[in-house]
């Protein structure tokens, strides 16, 4: 069965780009363009696993990794970060919130698929 | 989907966010002091470096990166945004649209001015305060070439202290020395943190066993009976020999989404104690009841506290970031604030779904809808004539056919309407740029941005709208001190207003500088022989004046406005447009430009009229009113030239089928229908038809593709009986008939 993919980023390029990278890889990928259609997309959804952004208008990522924490049906979910220049700071708040791992920017389809290949059974 | 495409969409998201950028900034420089303001801003500008740095685009991520840096500390509140500082920050805003440009078509930027910007950025988000008395010395001078080397040359160093350190897996070399493959020794004890955060022991094993040799051992000496297990609790700790060439780091890699939140002990150990150690783990590799169902139970926990906690105890642990944690934390709390507070605006704001359309498709269609609109009239024409007592039920059908046809033209054309806004925000960058360069101090203000107009339209705006920007700031307002000794605020302020009226919309570009000259443009007009030394003309007149080819009133020829093109190209481009534009001035006070231009491009309101046989359209907007001239109303003057008495002022009579070259000899104005036309410059002329057929909408078809421009003619249309009638260019008669005459070729045959 195919793995199904939730992504959440606000930039157009950077959802096609997921979406082409994952589709290519043999993932069904689902898309949401902020933490808040991220959290109303999930509810039906059911991913294997979610791959978001940070810096959203609405609800950014922190707020959108503890708001599926505190799902009870997807807390257990791994998340994955996309997070720029393995920026210490972000990457720790990111855990805070509850991610799982996190991908380096500039985005590279191979790493991307890899981290999401580490979490994923 | 390919790359291709997805640059091509990366470079449309930019747009939207450096038009994003800009509003922001402008509603920053305005005194806005809404967080969510500020953190639009800021994703703006780090969307674009996401994007860039996926496909490489390193002038652009390096520019983009310092920019954000700046623009983080103020989101942070460590920068206030002051007007000095938002001075630099709409400049860099200009560079960074310079450098998407740049990576998008190729062409080059100034690298001196990006440089400059860059050390001003980083001297703000180092605290500095930009320089008060900016020298306008980044002049806008295209480099030559796209030089090489990268706009940045060290990496920057954020607020945070973070600085991309180097990293090379070439230390991964020199460990595995000869053949020797070290064992690792490793300890794994998860925290129930772990799993909390969707990480799973078991993947980490599978990865494990993905880089080497491995055994493991289960230790489940601290599970405890099943009444009293927490089941979101780690009971399990693995012992875990592993012997691969990737080494302790190599293992570690594994571990590091997990290392915060398990007990992690990796070493290497010596290769006859690995082998030892293997062996003495043969027997606890025994069958150990490890039910995986049990363990996907234990995964989730859910009280999120103890994760926070510990994990803000493992910020501690790693020393110096903890101030920075803390900050993060408030900054965290802020940002929520502001978010909840903005939520409301935003989603406001969303509630216009938008899908994205490919531009030929709508183009498509609207040509389907022309041939709907023709088609249908068509069809009503031939039900009218073939049958005179035709059934009413056919007749209200065709009734209703029309309303729908004409209802579902006003769709498809207010789909191809745009608000005007990204050409008023360019032009803000155009009076920021020149107000540089002249040392003056401009305010822009804009009103009516939403008003929406076709896309055709918008996209030949921004170039005659530029040109009249910068004269405007350029000749129009006075140096500060100027200003001040008349009394007069040192900041000038050019306002540009678009709004509807009557069908068309209509733009304003109002000034408060000196106005019009006009004994200066007098003098100018008579030295360049446009008019008489001795030609009475009234204060109007005079203003026209500067829409005459070749005329420009700047003693000195300046940088901006003096490139050779004058008011007259603006007048062309406008009028190309089928627009009009004039101009008013009070000494003083200041001038205002006028621009009166149609919705769209494709249809027209025309009245339908017959000249020498030939049936023509008269674009409904040029004519004020028809009359039947009468004998007594006609006056000869000179050789041929005829004048018509309208309620007590003379206008000149120009007969359309004697400058189209219809026909040889003019016709008798009584016999036919004057159109009163309102021509550029403020003057009436009247248009001698023969008869007027009608009024109706009628699409346009251009005639240039086919039979390059013909004078004259603005272009066809095809008519309800499937004759094609030609569009008059009403201006260019009216100009025919002061004296010039058009080109012979003319005379073309308009029936198809």
Known sequence: MKKKVLTVDDSRTIRNMLLVTLNNAGFETIQAEDGVEGLEVLENANPDVIVTDINMPRLDGFGFIEGVRRNEKYRAIPILVLTTESDAEKKNRARQAGATGWIVKPFDPTKLIDAIERVTA | ?752
Not at chain 2, 96 to 118: F, P, Y
Not at chain 2, 231 to 250: H, L, M, R
Not at chain 2, 352 to 366: P, S
């Open chain 2, 1 to 752: 989907m390919d790359m291709n495409e997805i640059k091509e969409i990366f470079f449309q998201e930019c747009e939207e966010q450096l038009a994003e950028l800009e509003s922001g900034l402008l509603k920053l420089n305005d005194g806005d002091r809404d967080p969510e303001t500020v953190n639009a801003v800021f994703r703006a500008v780090h969307s674009i470096k996401g994007g860039a740095g996926a496909f490489g685009l390193d002038d652009l991520v390096s520019f983009a990166h310092v920019f954000e840096t700046t623009l983080d500390c103020v989101r942070s509140n460590k920068l206030e945004p002051t007007p000095d500082v938002l001075k630099v920050m709409l400049k860099s805003a200009d560079v960074l649209a310079d450098l998407t440009n740049a990576a998008r078509d190729g062409g080059s930027v100034d690298e001196a001015r990006s440089r400059t910007l860059i050390r001003e950025l980083e001297a703000l988000a180092h605290g500095e305060a930009p320089a008060a008395a900016e020298a306008p010395a980044a002049k806008p001078v295209a480099a030559p070439h796209k030089a090489a080397d990268p706009v940045m040359e060290k990496p920057p160093v954020n607020e945070e202290g973070f600085q991309p350190i180097p990293f090379s897996f070439g230390d991964f070399d020199e460990e595995p020395a000869a053949h020797y493959v070290p064992t690792c020794q490793v300890v794994f004890r998860p925290k129930k943190e772990l799993y909390a955060k969707g990480n799973e022991a078991v993947l980490l094993l599978r990865d494990v066993s993905r880089i080497g040799e491995m055994s493991v051992y289960c230790d489940m000496d601290s599970l405890p009976p099943l009444d009293k297990m927490n089941p979101e609790e780690a009971y399990f700790s693995w012992k875990i020999s592993v012997t691969t060439d990737k080494g302790e780091d190599g293992v570690r890699a594994v571990f590091e989404f997990a290392e915060w939140d398990c007990d992690l002990d990796i070493r290497t150990i010596e290769e006859d104690v690995a082998a030892d150690a293997a062996e003495d783990e043969e027997l606890p590799m025994q069958p150990v009841p490890f039910d995986l169902s049990m363990l996907d139970e234990a995964g989730p926990a859910a009280d999120e506290e103890p994760a926070v906690e510990s994990d803000a105890a493992a910020a501690v642990a790693a020393a110096e970031t903890a101030s920075k944690v803390a900050q993060a934390a408030s900054r965290a709390a802020e940002n929520a604030k502001a978010a909840a507070s903005a939520a409301g605006a935003v989603q406001a704001n969303q509630a216009g779904q938008t899908i994205r359309v490919d531009l030929d498709r709508v183009d498509r269609l609207i040509n389907l809808v022309g041939e709907l609109v023709i088609n249908q009239a068509m069809l009503s024409q031939s039900v009218v004539e073939n049958d005179n007592n035709g059934t009413s039920s056919i007749n209200m059908g065709l009734e209703e056919l029309q309303q729908l046809t004409r209802e579902i033209q006003d769709s498809v054309m207010a789909i191809r309407a745009q608000p005007v806004k990204p050409v008023f925000q360019r032009m803000a960058r155009t009076v920021r740029e020149i107000a540089d360069i002249t040392g003056k101090s401009v305010r822009l203000i804009t009103e009516g941005e939403n008003t929406e107009v076709d896309k055709t339209v918008i996209d030949k705006l921004a170039e005659p709208l530029t040109h009249m920007i910068r004269n405007a700031v350029d000749h129009g307002l006075e140096m500060p001190e100027k200003r001040e000794a008349a009394g007069k605020n040192p900041e000038g302020t050019v306002r540009l207003t678009a709004k509807h009226r009557s069908g068309r919309i209509v733009i304003e570009l109002a000034d408060d500088g000196a106005g019009i000259n006009r004994e200066k443009v007098r003098q100018k007009a008579i030295d360049n022989d446009l008019i008489a030394a001795d030609a009475n003309l009234s204060d109007e007149e005079i203003d026209n004046l500067i829409f005459h080819a070749g005329f420009s009133t700047a003693d000195k020829v300046s940088d901006l406005s003096g490139r050779g093109v004058g008011m007259d190209v603006v007048k062309r481009s406008i009028q190309a447009l089928g627009g009009r534009i004039s101009i008013s001035s009070k000494p003083g006070q200041g001038s205002v430009f006028t621009m009166s231009l149609p919705l769209t491009l494709a249809v027209l309101d025309g009245m339908v009229v017959t000249v020498a046989g030939q049936t023509l359209v008269v674009p409904l907007t040029a004519i004020v009113e028809t009359l039947q001239p009468e004998a007594s109303a006609i006056h000869s003057f000179g050789a041929s030239q005829r004048l018509i008495s309208i309620r007590n002022s003379f206008c000149p009579l120009v007969d359309v089928g004697r400058i189209l070259n219809f026909r040889a000899t003019q016709a008798n104005p009584v016999e036919g229908v004057a159109l009163l036309v309102e021509s550029e410059g403020g003057g009436q002329r009247a248009l001698m038809v023969d008869a007027i057929q009608g009024q109706r909408q009628v699409v346009i078809k251009s005639l240039e593709a086919n039979y390059t421009h013909v004078p004259g003619i603005a272009a066809a249309t095809i008519l309800g009986d499937g004759r094609v009638a030609l569009i008059l260019d009403v201006d260019a008669v009216v100009a025919a008939s002061r004296g010039q005459s058009l080109k012979q070729e003319t005379s073309l045959a308009a029936t198809g």
